[in-house]
């Protein structure tokens, strides 16, 4: 098993020390390289996913990733941006099914911004396309027109690039409470009215799973509404972006939420939803649980170690109803703990 670790930037290279810690206390075989991907590698060496960097992502079974970017590299062209290096590895890797679970722990019902009776025993998974889309469109730019400046982004998705998405969430769907939602704007976008259609088109194939459509819009809203509606979520990368960070609060913090990104095989890059937290970065104060759950998806994922997964997956319910946590879940009345310490106490619940 070839891990390769990418801390990247702010609190990356802290919540990344934890889930590595938890790994190694598995007493798996698993080698471990580390790349440099992101601001730091843009400070090395001018390029966030260098030539090094490209060369061990290749060559890994799995990529667990910390967070890059901050406001440091925010005026860098977009090649030079921290964020390039990530979007590089989702597209060189061809990474196109980001899976985001969203799960309310029942300690934590009364950390989510929601009423505890609106959230209690929430599971989501939001299935988003991750290598399409407006994030990857071409053409895009900032130039001069009739004397002013022009900013434009390119929407495109081509039927296949829906199809196989698609049948990775009905499949998905499948495996769970068997409902599938669609999301997409085809009130507006023809990008979302082709969307539709390949759905459709699908849903034969699936007679076992339920597919409904949902605007966009109206999904942002029924997200804080009712959120136990939904089963799977299946989106694009830009509204799987955006509803991804907003399921995150339904569980009370982004800090506890990991992700897959996954290609045809079992190859994957594993990290948590959130991004660098400069706020908080290089202070201790950081969740280190999105990132040891994302570590427990890949032994799921990449590496089929179900048992193991699991055994992460209850050492964090362990710590949770021992009372520990980090500040972004913190109530009164329970112990407060910094990143290193919610590491010592999943590693002394698994
Ligand atoms: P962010 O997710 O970094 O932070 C949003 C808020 O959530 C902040 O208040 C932060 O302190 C808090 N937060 C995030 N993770 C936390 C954790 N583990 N524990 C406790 N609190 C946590 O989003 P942002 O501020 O919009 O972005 C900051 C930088 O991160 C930007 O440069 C952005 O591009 C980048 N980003 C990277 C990734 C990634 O690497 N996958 C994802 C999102 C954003
Ligand atoms: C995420 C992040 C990334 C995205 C950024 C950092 C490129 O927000 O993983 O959710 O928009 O996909
Ligand atoms: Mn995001």
Redesign the pocket.
């Known amino acids: 098993m070839k891990i390769c670790i990418a801390p990247?930037d702010?609190?990356?290279p802290e919540?990344m020390a934890e889930a590595v810690r938890v790994l190694k206390a598995l007493d798996l075989k698993m080698e471990f390289e580390e790349a440099q991907v992101?601001g730091c590698a843009v400070d090395a060496t001018g390029d966030p996913l260098p030539e090094a960097s490209q060369k061990l992502v290749r060559e890994a079974d799995a990529i667990l990733?910390?967070?890059?970017?901050?406001?440091k590299w925010?005026a860098n062209p977009r090649e030079q941006r921290?964020?390039r290096g990530?979007l590089r590895i989702r597209k060189d890797l061809n990474l196109f099914a980001n899976f985001r679970p969203a799960i309310l722990y029942a300690e934590l019902a009364n950390a989510s911004s929601l009423k505890p009776d609106i959230v209690s025993g929430l599971d989501i998974l939001i299935v988003r396309e991750l290598t399409g889309d407006i994030y990857f469109g071409q053409p895009r730019a900032i130039e001069i027109r009739d004397g002013e400046r022009f900013g434009f982004n390119t929407m495109h998705y081509s039927e296949s690039e829906i199809r196989r998405i698609g049948r990775v969430a009905f499949e998905a769907a499948r495996k769970r409470n068997k409902r599938l939602c669609s999301v997409d704007k085809m009130n507006v976008l023809e990008t979302s009215q082709l969307w539709r259609e390949v759905m459709i088109e699908l849903e034969p194939e699936y007679p076992d799973v339920e597919l409904s459509h949902m605007l966009v819009d109206n999904a942002a809203m029924q997200l804080v509404r009712n959120p136990r509606q939904f089963d799977v979520i299946v989106t694009g990368n830009m509204f799987g972006d955006i509803l991804s960070d907003e399921a995150a609060m339904l569980t009370g913090?982004?800090?506890m939420l990991p992700s897959a990104s996954l290609d045809e095989n079992s190859k994957g890059m594993y990290?948590?939803?959130?991004?660098?937290?400069?706020?908080?970065a290089g202070k201790g104060?950081?969740?280190?649980l999105?990132t040891i759950l994302s570590a427990a998806m890949m032994l799921r994922y990449t590496f089929s170690l179900d048992e193991h997964a699991q055994r992460i997956e209850n050492a964090v319910q362990k710590v949770l109803a021992e009372g520990y946590r980090?500040?972004?879940i913190y109530e009164p009345g329970l112990k407060r703990v910094g990143t290193t310490q919610m590491g010592d106490a999943v590693l002394a619940a698994l």
């Open positions: 990247g702010g609190i990356g919540i992101g990733l910390g967070a890059v970017g901050g406001p925010d921290p964020e990530l913090s982004i800090g990290e948590p939803s959130h991004g660098s937290a400069p706020d908080i104060l950081a969740n280190p999105a980090t500040g972004d």
